[in-house]
């Protein structure tokens, strides 16, 4: 369940949020989305693949954390183990709204039913005794700006990569040393093949266009699905 609400100094002055890690805390994800801009980001830490939406054309980006639905392989207890969160697990519990003409700049909401927001005495202040952000919020507000920043430029990435057919099909069996099989399947990468024959003027637009680097930091991101079983079979192994 969720209830939204618009974030107001008055109305959550005392309202506080869990910033650590955990499963509980909705960390507990085999994927996160992810959006171009912050591909760069994302591509030294987990594998970055695309999945159609459910009963939709439309492709996401998506990071992955694991192999099997709510596995994540970055989170150690109550330690997000990498450098870097995905914007859309680094905003939670707050995401940006709009009217409901969809125009008009973004608000800051909050899920108020959302794990994070935490009990009396817990978690990190949202606002100071004048009503005042604090400098943790003044972070979520940034994080929110470039996570929104960036989903309303991921269409024309997309498109950009349906006009070129940029997407081909991806899967992946994996066997562990335990002797299990796990597999990757629904899932699109980057078709290396189709990018390199491009001929460079269509390259030179896919630059100018602020389309070309994260097809790039895609296709590195693959080189991270090794540092991932290795994961996995630590985690197997008990460590």
Known sequence: MTRHAILDSNTHRELRVRVDAGADLGD???ATLTVPNE????QGHFPILFRRETGRDDFIALALFGFEAG???FLDGAR???RYRPLSLAIQPFLVGRPASGDGPGQVHIDLDHPRVAGDGEGVRLFDAEGGGSPYLDEIAERLGDLDEGYRASGAFFDALRDHDLLEPFSLEV???DASVHSLVGFHIIDEAKLHALDPEVLG???ADGHLMPIFMALASLSQISELVARKNQ???GG
């Open 28 to 30: 507990g994800v085999m």
């Open 39 to 42: 591909f760069r980001n994302v």
């Open 71 to 73: 596995e994540n392989l």
């Open 80 to 82: 997000w183990d990498a």
């Open 175 to 177: 066997t562990l040393d």
């Open 205 to 207: 637009r896919l630059h």
């Open 235 to 237: 985690r197997l192994a």
